[in-house]
């Protein structure tokens, strides 16, 4: 009786040894248990291990997530884009100054500058420079050549705001067109609609077709404009 007691005791020893290598990561060689068939596991001991298997698997969840770095939301690329809008430049237009200033040249200016804003660019006037001939406070246009104190090259082309030049329509601005005699910012603006709407002039007689001019300002503009 007693060698029977000894040798379950030594089982359930065994047992727990298996199951502390299991848990210390060691390998413990198997014990043969001889089969008992009066012996079986009772519902609430299922119920025991399932809790406990359940209990392990939430906390191994747990842990697994808490030790996961968390996400820091990017705001690089909105920092980036506030400062690249508040420091982009305005726009600005390109100005070829000749004549008697200190430097001439190309010049660049912010949209909307006038002709002394350009001039000042230049250095200034060089020496006594006749400038009653222009218009000082003319906004001045991309592209454009100012004449200072000189008068423009025999057989080249007439640039706008200079003396004798003519005024194209097709590419004169409102101002330009407003310097014009007869012509003031309410026509202007008639002459520049009509040509957003048909495109372009094709000839100065194509003048008759915008509103407010008749054929007494044609006969004014005629030797002013071209096309």
Same mark, same amino acid.
């Given at each position: 009786?007693?060698?029977? !007691? !000894?040798?379950?005791?030594?089982?359930? +020893?065994? +047992?727990?040894?298996?199951?502390?290598?299991? *848990?210390?990561?060691?390998?413990?060689?198997?014990?043969? %248990?001889?089969?008992?068939?009066?012996?079986?596991? !009772?519902?609430?001991?299922?119920?025991?291990?399932?809790?406990?298997?359940? #209990?392990?698997?939430?906390?191994?969840?747990?842990?697994?997530?808490?030790?996961?770095?968390?996400?820091?939301?990017?705001?690089?690329?909105?920092?980036?884009?506030?400062?690249?809008?508040?420091?982009? #430049?305005?726009?600005?237009? =390109?100005?070829?100054?000749?004549? @008697?200033?200190? +430097?001439?040249?190309? %010049?660049?200016?912010?949209?909307?500058?006038?002709?002394?804003?350009?001039?000042?660019?230049? &250095? $200034?006037?060089?020496?006594?420079?006749?400038?009653?001939?222009? /218009?000082?406070?003319?906004?001045?246009?991309? &592209?454009?050549?100012?004449?200072?104190?000189?008068?423009?090259?025999?057989?080249?082309?007439?640039?706008?705001?200079?003396?004798? #030049?003519? =005024? /194209?329509?097709?590419?004169?601005?409102?101002?330009?067109?407003?310097?014009?005699?007869?012509?003031?910012? %309410?026509?202007? @603006?008639?002459?520049?609609?009509?040509?957003?709407? /048909?495109?372009? *002039?094709?000839?100065?007689?194509?003048?008759?077709?915008? @509103? $407010?001019?008749?054929?007494?300002?044609?006969?004014?503009?005629?030797?002013?404009?071209? %096309?």
């Amino acid at each position: 009786m007693r060698t029977d !007691e !000894e040798t379950r005791a030594e089982v359930a +020893r065994r +047992r727990l040894a298996q199951l502390t290598a299991a *848990f210390e990561g060691r390998v413990v060689e198997p014990v043969d %248990v001889p089969a008992d068939p009066k012996r079986k596991l !009772e519902p609430q001991h299922v119920k025991v291990l399932a809790t406990v298997l359940m #209990a392990a698997a939430v906390i191994t969840v747990w842990w697994l997530l808490s030790s996961r770095p968390q996400a820091t939301p990017d705001t690089a690329p909105l920092a980036l884009s506030t400062a690249t809008s508040a420091t982009s #430049a305005p726009p600005e237009v =390109v100005i070829d100054v000749e004549g @008697k200033v200190r +430097r001439p040249g190309i %010049v660049t200016l912010p949209k909307g500058s006038r002709v002394v804003d350009a001039i000042k660019a230049a &250095g $200034g006037l060089s020496g006594k420079a006749d400038t009653a001939s222009l /218009n000082m406070a003319r906004k001045v246009d991309d &592209g454009e050549q100012i004449l200072v104190g000189v008068a423009p090259v025999p057989g080249a082309e007439p640039v706008p705001g200079t003396p004798g #030049a003519k =005024v /194209n329509l097709n590419t004169a601005t409102m101002d330009q067109l407003d310097e014009l005699p007869g012509v003031g910012p %309410v026509t202007a @603006k008639s002459i520049l609609d009509w040509r957003t709407k /048909n495109g372009h *002039f094709t000839k100065v007689e194509d003048l008759l077709d915008v @509103k $407010g001019i008749g054929q007494a300002t044609l006969d004014d503009l005629r030797d002013l404009v071209t %096309v």
